[in-house]
């Protein structure tokens, strides 16, 4: 369903139980993770919101939507720019080379020891090519290749290719060799720093840029942890510990 305005697509699902897939040309309040805002020309990308109800998945094994989430959009955005170096930058942003072109947004509801509801908003920035927050690294489909695109086209293939994707769900070993494959930086060297972090609610406490270091991306854990391969010893962060140096 497309509505011209709402203040976003993710609490617009929420408060219409009757729909399952909506996209706006301008939210007034769109959101990103962990309580940051997501920037969006009126009328110039997409903003959609998708619901899963009983999508099968444990609560404890719920990184599995994250990574099908992000493969259907990496897919998306591939078609889209065939020509460019697309990934999935840890746990699911999508990165043309090293700028941000989508964001995702997903907000489970549970039922004992399952997720009973699943709501993925996307936000890609497709004709936008100014933006005014200080986000430090953007970038849009026109401003890769130059040219307009249609958003509600884009909306729509959105929409197919999660729908394509949710199989991966019960193939949980080829998911997560399908998003390891997918993903920005696994298996190279590169610079990182830790964060110090409240998850109630989620905050950055302290960023310890001063004190960066090279480290391998080398395996994500069923629950979204980040495993790096620092010097000899391996390591785990959560959302949010762990800051890429770009």
């Known amino acids: 369903m497309y509505i011209k305005q709402t203040n976003s697509t993710n609490t617009w699902l929420k408060e219409h139980p009757d729909c399952d897939v909506v996209w706006t040309s301008w ?3 769109g959101r990103g993770q962990a309580g940051n805002s997501w ?15 009983r999508p ?45 072109i989508c964001g995702i947004l997903i907000e489970s509801r549970i039922a004992e020891k399952n997720v009973e509801e699943a709501i993925i908003g996307i936000g890609l920035n497709v004709n936008q090519t100014e933006w005014h927050n200080g986000a430090p690294n953007p970038t849009s ?28 769900m019960g193939r949980p070993e080829e998911l997560k060799q399908h998003y390891l494959a997918a993903l920005y930086r696994f298996g190279q060297k590169a610079w ?28 994500v854990t069923e629950q979204g942890e980040l495993v790096l391969q ?10 949010k510990e762990i800051q890429f140096i770009l």
């Open 27 to 29: 939210q007034t309040a």
């Open 39 to 53: 920037e969006s020309e009126a009328g110039k990308n997409v903003l959609f919101s998708m619901r899963l109800t």
């Open 56 to 100: 099968e998945v444990a609560v404890d094994k719920q990184f599995a939507l994250t990574m099908m989430a992000s493969l259907a959009v990496l897919n998306v955005v591939r078609a889209l720019l065939p020509n460019e170096d697309v990934a999935i930058k840890w746990p699911n942003d999508i990165y043309v080379g090293n700028k941000k």
């Open 141 to 168: 489909v026109k401003s890769q290749s130059g040219a307009e695109t249609d958003i509600a086209q884009v909306s729509s293939a959105l929409e197919q290719t999660i729908r394509e994707q949710l199989s991966l």
């Open 192 to 219: 990182y720093a830790e964060r110090e972090v409240s998850l109630t609610p989620s905050k950055i406490l302290t960023d310890k840029q001063d004190e960066a270091f090279e480290a391998t991306i080398i395996d």
């Open 230 to 239: 620092v010097r000899t010893e391996k390591k785990k962060y959560h959302f």
